[in-house]
């Protein structure tokens, strides 16, 4: 199957920083991938789409402006957390399509993020 | 309600055991049918993949989709220690869409 990879896989930070998450498609080209974020023992929650070329799409709720995202190429997607506070520690997964299937996602290893 | 619904758990079963995991679903524009496997602090593996209705087999996996009655399963044969994880099943309604997933089933398989 296809590959995603996320870097970094974990981070801590001090409230008030930003943090930086970046999404790779390895093997093939992806001009959509989706940002998710998932609390301890609770499913996987959409936060946005990330589009190539064009600005991301939010999910009702998600404040744009605190989760910047580019989708700088076809096989790189990055988030930011910007202004970090505690209440932002989650796990963060990122996914992309596989376009030479059906368009099935394929998820990444994910980013726990913790601000303390 | 929520679009997808999915019994949590936990399901403990003894190794070798048949198991079954199912999610129901209340909207009829979902066409893709997917379950993943998500060992703790890991991203979401996906194990099946199924258009429309149907059942899918791969391995010790077999997967059913039952759009008549929004309810798709996922079966697994001869379960083994190492398939202890959350199962979550994921639905969406075209190629390239985001995805909707249900809260997830932790399965405990004991030796």
């Known amino acids: 199957g296809a590959v995603v990879s996320q870097h970094p896989s974990r981070v801590i930070c001090k409230s008030g920083t930003s943090v930086k998450i970046e999404c790779r498609s390895l093997?093939?080209?992806?001009?959509?991938m989706f940002w998710y974020r998932q609390f301890p023992k609770k499913s996987l929650m959409l936060m946005a789409t990330s589009n190539e070329g064009s600005k991301a799409t939010y999910e009702q709720g998600v404040e744009k402006d605190k989760f910047l995202i580019n989708h700088a190429s076809l096989t790189l997607s990055t988030l930011t957390v910007t202004s970090a506070h505690p209440e932002d520690s989650s796990f963060y997964i990122c996914s992309a399509p596989d376009i030479r299937g059906q368009g099935n996602p394929f998820f990444g290893p994910g980013t726990r993020l913790t601000v303390l | 309600q929520k679009e997808v619904e999915q019994d949590p758990g936990p399901l403990s079963v003894p190794e070798g055991a048949i198991v079954s995991l199912n999610c129901t679903y209340s909207?009829?524009?979902?066409?893709?049918f997917m379950w993943y496997r998500q060992y703790s602090r890991k991203g979401p593996e996906l194990l099946m993949y199924?258009?429309?209705?149907g059942n899918k087999e791969d391995g010790r996996f077999t997967a059913q989709v039952d759009k008549s009655s929004k309810y798709i399963s996922l079966f697994i044969r001869d379960s083994q220690p190492s398939d202890s994880a959350t199962y979550l099943c994921?639905?969406?309604?075209?190629?390239?869409?985001?995805?909707?997933f249900g809260t997830g089933t932790k399965l405990q398989v004991i030796p």
């Open positions: 199924t258009y429309s209705s």
């Open positions: 994921a639905m969406m309604a075209g190629g390239y869409q985001k995805v909707t």
């Open positions: 909207n009829s524009a979902f066409q893709y």
């Open positions: 093997d093939f080209q992806a001009t959509t």
